[in-house]
T-cell receptor
Framework: SQTIHQWPATLVQPVGSPLSLECTVE??????LYWYRQAAGRGLQLLFY??????ISSEVPQNLSASRPQDRQFILSSKKLLLSDSSFYLC??????????????FGAGSRLTVL | QQQVKQSPQSLIVQKGGISIINCAYE??????FPWYQQFPGKGPALLIA?????SEKKEGRFTISFNKSAKQFSLHIMDSQPGDSATYFC????????????FGSGTRLLVRP
């Protein structure tokens, strides 16, 4: 069965420090991968998605970036964190389009607090 | 046109009651409408989903009603239980290869015992 791992679960970082959140998927190949952000009490905002290695699409301009160095690995990064980057970050995956409806499966999330 | 509008923002229901959450969309190209359930500190999980070729889908106590002409869909939770207390998100997408979900803003449901 497929599983998605996301870490770290919680992170407290000072303003101006770098960020690296990692996500890996097991039990599948060539998945679509996504990074979402969820502010407290708010909806889910799509930040980046990837349909393959090295292929990254950005949905929202910001000081975050994403990379996909391997088929099942997705990394969210920042060179210098801002206070406004404090949020709950969610990685997700889906299979490529098939005859049926695809399911978007989320990881457990990473809680980032920037002080 | 990419937005999905969800209401209410919060909902309190007594145990055994019916919880109703509504969503509306503008993009007529959307062809897949899932609902996600999220417990505090966890990632959202798919609850139930519907395609626009049917007007209703039921799974246990959860039912999606879909009105294509009005571009609206809703989630009904029958016999609501305290364990249903969570945040619910509606979403919409087109079934292309990137499968980007557009989420509603969420509804925080509290079911009182």
């Amino acid at each position: 069965s497929q599983t998605i791992h996301q870490w770290p679960a919680t992170l407290v970082q000072p303003v101006g420090s770098p960020l690296s959140l990692e996500c890996t998927v097991e039990g599948t190949s060539n998945p679509n991968l996504y990074w979402y952000r969820q502010a407290a009490g708010r909806g889910l905002q799509l930040l980046f998605y990837s349909v393959g290695i090295g292929q990254i699409s950005s949905e929202v301009p910001q000081n975050l970036s994403a990379s996909r160095p391997q088929d099942r690995q997705f990394i969210l990064s920042s060179k210098k964190l801002l206070l406004s980057d404090s949020s709950f970050y969610l990685c997700a995956w889906s299979a490529k389009k098939s005859s049926g409806a695809n399911v978007l499966t989320f990881g457990a999330g990473s809680r980032l607090t920037v002080l | 046109q990419q937005q999905v509008k969800q209401s209410p923002q919060s909902l309190i229901v007594q145990k055994g009651g019916i919880s109703i959450i509504n969503c509306a969309y503008e993009n007529t190209a959307f062809d897949y409408f899932p609902w996600y359930q999220q417990f505090p500190g966890k990632g959202p999980a798919l609850l139930i989903a519907i395609r626009p070729d049917v007007s209703e889908k039921k799974e246990g106590r959860f039912t999606i009603s879909f009105n294509k002409s009005a571009k609206q869909f809703s989630l009904h939770i029958m016999d609501s239980q305290p364990g249903d207390s969570a945040t619910y998100f509606c979403a919409a997408t087109t079934m292309d290869s990137s499968y980007k979900l557009i989420f509603g803003s969420g509804t925080r449901l509290l079911v009182r015992p």
